[in-house]
């Protein structure tokens, strides 16, 4: 809207308050009026700005002198009191006018605050959103190195194996009594076992990532879980002297045998794998705090470094 347009519509609609308020003004008095016209300039001054209620100010001013201030069609003013209305009335409209101007501009000056903190909080969250899919995106192709690490080295061991043994019972003239070819078959049946563990561990870790991994808790003897475990790490163990030290009264405990059984598994593994040849591996259990049982496998290997003992458990991680 243009500047003249507004002080056309602001002019026109002070007339047609007067001349709307012109019959009445000696019903409803001065100080109605004068109420009547300076709302009139509060809202041209909010709608409009300064300007525009300065000049309805002073407009307004004449139109009250001229029809409601005595005597009436004439710019005089006789009365004292008439004059004090009048001083009043000029300073309440420009003050009034000024403070809605400026309570206008106030506003402004909030919502463009409120649009730039929208603006920038928008940015922020874009650029927030794009570094925790960048760093999404790191973290998931390290996963996938360690993973591919991790997998291959799983695999390969065994596959070695079993390629081996399959080959030297292959070659008749190389394998010839019956002891030898045993050994080999249960090489092949220890290392495919093995696989068969990796894979079925690749999918409970799915399922867990998924967090569709039901436990299957039940009352189970601590004892038969260690034993069953013991039992399964025989070949990793075959070159190491295994102590086992459990306390005779041992208590019944409830949870996913399988998970735990596979757990003390892993360890004794892990001992046999990463301690010399002819030490000692020691598995122990004992009645704990809160009717728990401690479990603790102990081997004579090097130990992990400081520095990577924070990465324990970090997935596929390899010192």
Not at 67 to 81: D, M, N, R, S, V
């Amino acid at each position: 809207m243009g500047v003249t347009l507004k002080y056309f519509i602001s002019v026109i609609a002070t007339a047609v308050l007067v001349a709307m308020l012109a019959p009445f003004g000696s019903v409803i008095g001065a100080t109605t009026v004068a109420l009547s016209l300076l709302l009139l300039v509060l809202l041209i001054a909010t709608i409009f700005g300064s300007r525009q209620a300065l000049a309805v100010s002073i407009f307004a001013v004449l139109c009250f002198n001229f029809f409601f201030l005595p005597p009436l069609y004439t710019f005089t003013i006789q009365a004292k009191e008439n004059w004090v209305a009048f001083a009043a009335f000029i300073v309440t409209s420009l003050v009034a006018g000024q403070l809605s101007e400026y309570a206008r501009r106030r506003a402004e000056e909030s919502e463009h605050r409120k649009i730039e903190i929208e603006r920038l909080y928008t940015k922020l969250q874009d650029a927030f959103e794009e570094a925790s899919e960048a760093k999404a995106v790191k973290r998931s192709e390290k996963l996938k190195s360690a993973l591919l690490d991790a997998v291959t080295h799983d695999l390969r061991t065994p596959l070695t194996s079993i390629k081996a043994s399959a080959t030297a019972l292959m070659e008749d003239s190389v394998i010839a009594d019956k002891e030898s070819r045993n050994e080999l078959l249960e090489i092949i049946n220890e290392e495919a076992e093995r696989l068969n563990r990796f894979v079925g561990g690749m999918v409970d870790l799915a399922k867990i990532e998924a967090g569709k991994l039901n436990l299957r808790q039940s009352w189970i003897s601590v004892r038969e879980v260690i034993d069953k475990a013991i039992d399964r790490a025989q070949f990793r163990l075959a070159d190491h002297r295994l102590k086992v030290e459990l306390e005779r009264e041992l208590p019944s405990v409830r949870v996913d045998a399988d998970s735990v059984e596979e757990i003390i598994y892993t360890l004794l593994d892990n001992a046999a794998k990463y301690s010399s040849d002819g030490t000692d591996i020691r598995v122990m259990a004992w009645p704990a705090e809160d009717e728990t049982v401690k479990i603790v496998v102990e081997d004579k290997g090097r130990g992990i470094d400081p520095d990577d003992r924070e990465r324990i458990f970090d997935r596929f991680y390899r010192a």
